[in-house]
């Protein structure tokens, strides 16, 4: 079973901290991954991809990939209340998507 | 502007009746996706298709159908076999180019009536 682990939350943190997000999977040959945010009642939005080993950075946003530990995480700087959301994990194996169930974070002005 | 619209925003349906959401993207992507989300709930994928006239069940296909005679439209047919169709629906596209990441539509909320 090709899955992608995430702690549902929800994750608070006040205005201003750092938010960290994880997420492990079990499929070796991933070589994709993306973090999408849901706010309540919308779709999905694609905000960081990473397809290396390392972090890669844009704006307020870090991702971090260990491909040899499985696991991918999203880094929110700076905390605002307007980041509070579902923040999905997916990859992509074979030309398909696997999601995580998403961690819910609230952040508290 | 490219992108994924997915029609009506709300749908309501009736007993026994058999409802379509529609689906159409001009991102030129030759995959599509249909997905079911409840309340608090991660993505569930219905179906999908990755070329025109072909299509693959996915993980709770029992109660729907597709179609796809055309790249850009991949349309949803929620039938009165479902018994329990309340839900947000997703649509999403991909290009088949190898690790990218799929676009999601603005989503159906469907409820019976």
């Known amino acids: 079973q090709k899955e992608v682990e995430q702690n549902s939350g929800p994750l608070s943190v006040p205005e201003g901290a750092i938010a960290s997000l994880n997420c492990t999977y079990s499929?070796?040959?991933?070589?994709?991954f993306f973090w999408y945010r849901q706010y309540s009642g919308k779709s999905p939005e694609l905000i960081m991809s990473i397809y290396s080993n390392g972090d890669k950075e844009d704006g307020r946003f870090t991702a971090q990939l260990n491909k040899a530990s499985q696991y991918v995480s999203l880094l929110i700087r700076d905390s605002q209340p307007s980041d509070s959301a579902t923040y999905l994990c997916?990859?992509?194996?074979?030309?398909?998507?696997?999601f995580g169930g998403g961690t819910r974070l609230m952040v508290k002005p | 502007d490219g992108g994924i619209t997915q029609s009506p925003k709300y749908l309501f349906r009736k007993e026994g009746q058999n409802v379509t959401l529609s689906c159409e993207q001009n991102?030129?992507?030759?995959?599509m996706y249909w997905y079911r989300q409840d309340p608090g709930q991660g993505l569930r994928l219905i179906y999908y298709s990755q070329i025109v006239n072909d299509f693959q069940k996915g993980d709770i296909a029992e109660g729907y159908s597709v179609s796809r005679e055309k790249k850009e439209s991949f349309p949803l047919t929620v039938t009165s076999a479902q018994k329990n169709p309340t839900a947000f629906y997703l649509c999403a596209s991909m290009a088949m180019l190898g690790n990218q990441p799929q676009h999601f539509g603005d989503g159906t909320r469907l409820s019976i009536l």
């Open positions: 997916a990859h992509n194996a074979g030309n398909m998507l696997t």
């Open positions: 991102l030129n992507h030759d995959a």
């Open positions: 499929d070796r040959g991933s070589q994709s």
